[in-house]
Each structure stands twice: as C-alpha cells, then as structure tokens.
C-alpha cells in the first residue's frame, strides 16, 4: 500500500469497516479506485463525498488511488479495502482464473475510454490502428484489454497494434504530434480537454462503441461481503442517490456548485469541459435512459462474457451469474 496515494472524502482516513454506524458516528471505509480522483469519470465518488451522501449513510470514506485495474483488484483480494470499480473485462478475467470476485453494481454501461490521435494521422476505425502504437495508462490494465477486445471484434489481430505506457495527462498529446505514438486511451473529460486545448489538432475515437465487455462495475471480494456487506450496501446506496442527483439536475448548475465547493481539477473548473463531460456520462450511467442506476442486466453481462470467450480472453463454461449479486443496490 505504499505506493498508492490516498485521498480523504467526509473525514478521516481509516480501514473498512463491518458496517454504516447507526448512531450519528462514521464508520471508515477505504474505497479503491483504479483511477486518479482528479477526473469526472469517478463523478459518483466525488458527487457523494462532497454533497454529503456518503456522511448520510453513516461512512468516512478514503479514496485510495491504485496503479490501474490490475493492482486495485490484487489489493481488493488482499483484504486492503472492501471495494473497488473496474472493467467488466477486468472482473471477469480474474474470476475465471479464480478470483473470488463479485459485480455488486454496474455504474458504467458503455465505454467511457476515448482514444486521443492527430487530425494528420486519424484512428477513425479499428484498421487505423494497424501497424501504429497506443499509448495506454497501464499494461493489462482496462483500457489495454478494451482495446484488444474492439480489434478482435473487427476482425483484427491486437498483436498487430503495440502498447506503451504513457502517462495521462494532455501533455501526453506532445508524444503523438511527435509521432512516438499514434495516439493514447483516456477518460471522456481528459480528451475533451486536450481537443480543447489541440483544436482541429486532437480528435478522439471511440475504442469500445461496439463492445458490451467495455463496460465499469463496483466488484467486492467474497470475503470483503461476508465482513463487509452492510458498509458496502451504505456506500452503494450513497453512490447511487448522488449519480440520481446528477441525473435529475439537467443543467447541472447545482452538481457543479456541489463539486467546486471541494474539490478544483482541470476538467472540473472549466464550465464547458465539465458540462459535455458530465451529459456524456449520464447517458453511459443510465444506458442512454433505459436502465435503473447500478442494477446489473444479467443478459448484457452474459453478453460481455460471449464476447470475451470469442476472443479467447477467457474460456467458455462459466456460469457468470455466480459473479454478480444485485442485492447490494437499494431498490
């Protein structure tokens, strides 16, 4: 743990906790987070700290950051915290090897990974890629596996396209205009931010507009929800009426204000960056209006499995509704 950076939402920092007080006391929780905080792609997170859901439902949260999916599901397995939010991809990778994983909640239904390139060198369409290198945040990490993942589906070998770990700020927009790489995957407001800073320079594609494995889910341990489970369904329940919150409040005047009143990043403090990044992940929270808030559509997850079996990244022969329990969420 100590690499990983921390970062303190309603209180102080603390380990997980068996359950939400009950007596007007926080209880601590440690939340793991396979991104930075200082982005809009963990808008759920930050929108329950700062408008007081989390304070709410009797929790203290820490946000632990980790060095990508990799590390936040092998130090969810090591009992350092109780929860973590990862790729559907990523979850269902390490609980076919074995893992004992959880999907207690699909916050994500879409792909929120956008993949930054130059106007003089476009990645358009799959076949672009061919032949070029790609920035990626972390090696084996979501982004790398969505990436693989939209090549297969379009008939395309992904050892064909190679990977480097690049860092994730704008900046990394100087590599491809150099031509280092082709170009690099990043959150919605990251790319929105540099195609504002590169205008008619930085284009983005979408990686994962065809895939329903690229999708980002609230993933426990077995052991995490028999210790755990109440703190877990108190910290859900918060996530929930906070991306509600988000929802209902079209113009997005209030969950601005909300959100400035604690926490100040690039994409947050600009208004337009902010509002086109927050409208673009309300239509991916609620699948464009046509799902209920974190509740998980089994035949979409068995669909995301299919699809990672056709492209070998998993074996076939699972029951995949043994890796997800909607019970976690509130009605």
Request: proline share 3%.
């Amino acid at each position: 743990m100590a690499a990983l950076g921390a970062l303190t939402a309603c209180g102080s920092a603390g380990g997980a906790s068996g359950g939400a007080a009950g007596d007007g006391t926080q209880s601590a929780f440690t939340y793991l987070s396979y991104l930075p905080m200082e982005t809009l792609s963990v808008a759920p997170e930050l929108m329950a700290a700062a408008g007081g859901y989390f304070a709410d439902q009797g929790l203290d949260v820490t946000f632990q950051t980790t060095k990508g999916s990799p590390q936040a599901i092998q130090t969810l397995v090591s009992g350092a915290g109780p929860l973590t939010r990862v790729g559907l991809i990523d979850l269902m990778t390490a609980a076919a090897d074995g893992q004992p994983l959880v999907n207690v909640g699909s916050i994500v239904r879409g792909s929120s990974i956008r993949t930054l390139y130059s106007t003089d060198v476009p990645l358009a369409s799959p076949e672009d890629f061919v032949g070029k290198t790609v920035g990626v945040p972390s090696e084996g990490g979501t982004s790398d596996k969505s990436l693989s993942l939209m090549l297969h589906k379009a008939g395309i070998d992904p050892s064909e396209v190679q990977r480097q770990v690049v860092g994730l700020g704008p900046g990394t927009f100087e590599l491809v205009k150099r031509g280092d790489i082709a170009g690099y995957m990043v959150s919605i407001d990251q790319a929105i931010t540099t195609m504002n800073q590169y205008p008619g320079e930085a284009d983005a594609f979408d990686s994962g507009y065809q895939v329903r494995a690229d999708s980002q889910i609230y993933t426990a341990s077995r052991d995490s929800l028999e210790q755990h489970g109440d703190a877990i369904r108190s910290y859900l329940t918060a996530i929930k009426q906070a991306t509600q919150a988000m929802v209902d409040d079209e113009n997005l005047d209030h969950v601005l204000e909300t959100l400035r009143g604690e926490y100040s990043f690039a994409s947050l403090d600009d208004d337009d960056i902010a509002r086109e990044a927050l409208k673009q992940a309300r239509a991916l929270w609620t699948a464009d209006g046509t799902a209920e808030l974190l509740v998980t559509d089994e035949s979409y997850w068995e669909d995301g499995y299919q699809e990672l079996v056709d492209a070998g990244l998993v074996e076939s022969g699972h029951d995949v509704t043994e890796w997800v329990d909607n019970s976690f969420v509130s009605a």
